[in-house]
């Protein structure tokens, strides 16, 4: 089955400085990527997602890269703002998004004022 | 839009009794829901897929006869966890795959999860 690898497991950053989440994959059958944040208590809010058919995908302050050679996918926040301190899921998926999703580990972002 | 809810938010209870968790999309409909599992400070994992009008898909390792599954129209799912023991003790959430609307399809939206504490 699909196995997600995501680093690291926690960065801290100062606030307005940019941070970089790392997720590689191991089935080149997974074709869609989303990206999670949860707040503690809450559920999985998505943030971003790229499908396969696409290299980068951009949404204001946040950018989704895929390389689907290597396998690896990565998140880029700029401008971090407090509010943006939670953990973070990476996740792949067969058919588009269709099938259930196997999640990384997590990253605990910390945004220092 | 794009909403899905669960109910209840917490749920104590003793062991060997039964837990229903309600999931519920409400502002679309979906005719795939799914159950994850999510112990403290670790990640989600899937625990099966429920499909409107069919029997679920459960992942391995994952007792059908323990988390009954059932998903009878398009924007109800529950999961009912059948005598259960503190190990079971867990946030339970669901999510909703999309099929129609002006938001995207095949994209998954959670909710907002249950707390479930077996004493």
């Known amino acids: 089955g699909e196995n997600v690898e995501q680093h690291p497991s926690t960065l801290s950053v100062q606030e307005g400085d940019s941070a970089v989440i790392k997720c590689t994959y191991s089935?080149?059958?997974?074709?869609?990527f989303p990206w999670y944040k949860q707040e503690l208590g809450k559920g999985p809010q998505l943030i971003i997602d790229i499908r396969s058919n696409v290299g980068e995908k951009k949404d204001q302050r946040i950018a989704v890269t895929l390389n689907k050679t290597a396998k690896h996918f990565s998140l880029h926040i700029t401008e971090t703002q407090p509010e943006d301190s939670a953990v973070y899921f990476c996740?792949?998926?067969?058919?588009?998004?269709?099938?259930?999703?196997?999640f990384g580990k997590g990253t605990h972002l910390i945004i220092q004022p | 839009g794009a909403v899905v809810s669960q109910h209840p938010s917490w749920v104590i209870c003793k062991s060997g009794t039964s837990v229903k968790i309600e999931c519920r999309s409400l502002?679309?409909?979906?005719?795939?829901m799914f159950w994850y599992r999510q112990f403290p400070k670790q990640s989600l994992m899937l625990m099966a897929t429920s499909n409107e009008g069919s029997k679920a898909t459960y992942e391995q390792g994952v007792e059908k006869d323990k988390f009954l599954i059932n998903h009878a129209s398009l924007t109800l799912s529950t999961l009912t966890v059948t005598s259960a023991h503190p190990e079971d003790s867990s946030f339970y959430i669901c999510?909703?795959?999309?099929?129609?609307?002006?938001?995207?399809?095949?994209?998954?939206?959670f909710g907002p999860g249950t707390r479930l504490t077996v004493l």
């Open positions: 089935d080149s059958a997974s074709n869609y």
């Open positions: 999510s909703a795959r999309i099929i129609q609307g002006a938001l995207s399809t095949d994209t998954q939206y």
């Open positions: 996740a792949a998926a067969h058919g588009g998004g269709a099938d259930g999703l196997t």
């Open positions: 502002d679309f409909q979906a005719t795939t």
